[in-house]
Structures are given as C-alpha cells and as structure tokens.
T-cell receptor, first 113, second 113 residues
Framework: NAGVTQTPKFQVLKTGQSMTLQCAQDMNHNSMYWYRQDPGMGLRLIYYSASEGTTDKGEVPNGYNVSRLNKREFSLRLESAAPSQTSVYFC????????????FGNGTRLTVT | AQSVTQLDSQVPVFEEAPVELRCNYSSSVSVYLFWYVQYPNQGLQLLLKYLSGSTLVKGINGFEAEFNKSQTSFHLRKPSVHISDTAEYFCAVKRGSQGNLIFGKGTKLSVKP
C-alpha cells in the first residue's frame, strides 16, 4: 500500500518551459489536493479536487492548471514556468470521514532558472 | 476567513528538556485541529488531532496537545525531547467536516545535545 505517490522527485526547468507533476493515490479517496511549500510560508493550497470530475482553486492557483484524470490521479501543470514557481510541491489526499488527516506524498522539488 | 498563527518560527532546545510549540487559530465556528511533523526531505506526517471530546490529545512519539477554546489555542508539548525530534512542525485547522485544511507557517524545532 503506497498511499500517495508523486513523480518526479526533482525537476529543473528554464523560464517558459512547461511540465506536469503527477500524483496518484491507491486509497480510493474522493478528495485530492496540491500544495506548495516555501520557506517561512507553510503550505499553501494551489488546487483541490473534491471528487472525480471536479476541481477548484485554492489560495494560490495563478500559473497552474490541474486535471483529475480519474479517481486515482490528479496532475498539476505549469504551462510557462517562472522563477516564482520554484518550490516544493506536495500532493495529498484525506480520508472520507470529516476529521481524517491528510496523507501526503514525498514531494517534488522544482527549480525554475 | 480562518487563519493559523504559529508564534515561533524557530525553537532551539537541549536534549531531554521540555518543549512547547505554540499555535493559535481564528475561527468563529467549530474546527478540527491537527499537528503535523515534517522530517528533512520528507512529506508531512500526522502527529495528533483534535476533533471533539477531551481537550488533551495524545499523539505519536510522546507528543500531546491541549485544545483551549477560550484562548483559541492548540499548543503542542513534549516533556522530554530527543535529538530525533528535530524537524519542522505544522499546526493546521479545518473548518467543520467539509472545509479545506489551513496550515500555519511552521515551527522548526532544533534539539541540541
């Protein structure tokens, strides 16, 4: 049981390049989230998906798009990367009960030069 | 809008000393409260959570937290820390059973021998 799996673990992009971060969960959860983590800023919600076929903006959605491909997979796309998007990105998924904790992937460390 | 304030960005402490990491939240409705820990180069793991009931919550690795509704606080404590507790700790609040999780900016605990 892997929980939440993210790929890649590391990525370096040049300004203007595009890429997609992949996330998959094997827990049969409905909800999935994308966060970014920056020093001194905590985790900020980029986008979330409450169920297959739905996505909603979080706190910092600008410059990103998402796709909920199926119940397992939730991808995050940077169409034209900018240095301000240098960050560590985490995918997460909570259990179905209201107080269930988030299960996190191990993160993708992205550097945009 | 709800928010989470972690009052200390860094807490240095000697091994076997007690520690308290402070967290205050703002919300006018019932909330669920969480503490997560992040070890270097890893994702976040749940330490403990408060949903309802007893205001003193015990978690993993000897940590505990006390929910104080009148002071809107959820401080994390450990009576005797170990070197292995060196990590970043995040307080998080969820508004009711359907809200998104809002994170504080984190407190870096550094345990010195």
């Amino acid at each position: 049981n892997a929980g939440v799996t993210q790929t890649p673990k590391f990525q370096v992009l040049k300004t203007g390049q595009s890429m997609t971060l992949q996330c998959a969960q094997d827990m049969n959860h409905n909800s999935m989230y994308w966060y970014r983590q920056d020093p001194g800023m905590g985790l900020r919600l980029i986008y979330y998906s409450a169920s297959e076929g739905t996505t909603d903006k979080g706190e910092v959605p600008n410059g990103y798009n998402v796709s909920r491909l199926n119940k397992r997979e939730f991808s995050l796309r940077l169409e034209s990367a900018a240095p301000s998007q240098t960050s560590v990105y985490f995918c997460a998924s909570p259990g179905e009960v209201g107080g269930s904790p988030l299960h996190f992937g191990n993160g993708t460390r992205l550097t945009v030069t | 809008a709800q928010s989470v304030t972690q009052l200390d960005s860094q807490v240095p402490v000697f091994e076997e000393a007690p520690v308290e990491l402070r967290c205050n939240y703002s919300s006018s409705v019932s909330v669920y409260l969480f503490w997560y820990v992040q070890y270097p180069n890893q994702g976040l793991q749940l330490l403990l959570k408060y949903l309802s009931g007893s205001t003193l919550v015990k978690g993993i690795n000897g940590f505990e937290a006390e929910f104080n509704k009148s002071q809107t606080s959820f401080h994390l404590r450990k009576p005797s820390v170990h070197i292995s507790d060196t990590a970043e700790y995040f307080c998080a609040v969820k508004r009711g059973s359907q809200g998104n999780l809002i994170f504080g900016k984190g407190t870096k605990l550094s345990v010195k021998p």
